[in-house]
Structures are given as C-alpha cells and as structure tokens.
C-alpha cells in the first residue's frame, strides 16, 4: 500500500470532510457490511457501510461542517498488516448549519480512535469513536489519589 499509511487515510478522510468533499469521505470509508461507526450524536452508532454512507450524505445536506483540526495529543498509529489503529486528541473548529439562526464557529476537543483495514491496496476505516470524558461517570467525583502527580492531560 504504497503512499498510503493509516495515519494518512484517517486525516484524508478528515480534509475531505472540511473541503466538503463527500467523495473523499466516502471512500475514505469500508463499504463492508462490518463497518461500526460511534458518531458524536445524537445516535449512538452507526453500523454497515450503506448505513455511513448515508449518514455522510445526510451530514453534507445540513450544512454544519469541520473548518479545521489539529493533533493536541497524538497521534497514535498503532499498524499492522491486517489491522490498524490511529488514535489521539483532536481539537475541532466546528460551524452549525445554517438556519433560524445563523451559523456558528466553536472549538470542539475530541478524543479520536480510528480502525482501519486494507481494502483494495488503501487504508479503508472501518470504525471510528469520538467522545469527550464524562464530568462525573460515576458520581463519586475524581477516583485519583489527592496529593499524587497526577496523570497528563491532553496538551499538558
């Protein structure tokens, strides 16, 4: 796969998205029936690879769109021959779609994980996962020891 790493498919599909090429980011995608996507929201997941074309094509219709990104941590390629992973932070310039009111520019943090495969000699994903930590997930606050150093946070 020649000019091709994961690393470069996950941010190609990326571009296509702020160039608002749905071509690019269609096929930056599997079309296999296996393909598992966690979409930001308001669905939970996303399976089969008609399925994320469709929402791809739905996405392009609203308007609401990525103007740029930027690695805060990472990335994270973890490759091998079968199966590969890109992961990290990703700060997002996001704009809404246009409507009763107007568009808005806002950053957006994401922690990434793309999966990707081979597929026809290209890095295809096969699953991508995008959150953010919960405040408190299980209502007893912070678990880390008061007083130890404590663990890194992205762009620390």
């Not at 089969?48 to 769109?65: H, M």
């Not at 806002?106 to 026809?120: H, Q």
Request: net charge negative.
């Amino acid at each position: 796969m020649s000019g091709n790493t994961p690393l470069a498919a996950a941010e190609g599909m990326l571009r296509g998205v702020i160039d608002r090429d749905l071509d690019a980011v269609l096929d930056s995608f599997t079309s296999a029936a296996d393909a598992y996507m966690y979409v930001e929201g308001p669905r939970w997941t996303t399976r089969g690879g008609d399925n994320v074309a469709q929402g791809w094509r739905a996405y392009f219709d609203t308007g609401i769109g990525i103007d740029s990104f930027s690695w805060v941590e990472g990335p994270q390629v973890i490759e091998t021959p079968a199966l590969s992973a890109v992961l990290g932070v990703v700060d997002y310039q996001v704009r809404s779609a246009e409507g009763s009111q107007p568009a808005e520019h806002a950053p957006l943090r994401l922690r990434m994980t793309w999966l990707l495969r081979p597929e026809d000699g290209r890095w295809r994903i096969v699953h991508e996962h995008g959150s953010q930590p919960l405040v408190d997930p299980y209502g007893s606050g912070d678990w880390w020891p008061e007083g130890a150093t404590p663990l890194p946070t992205a762009g620390s």
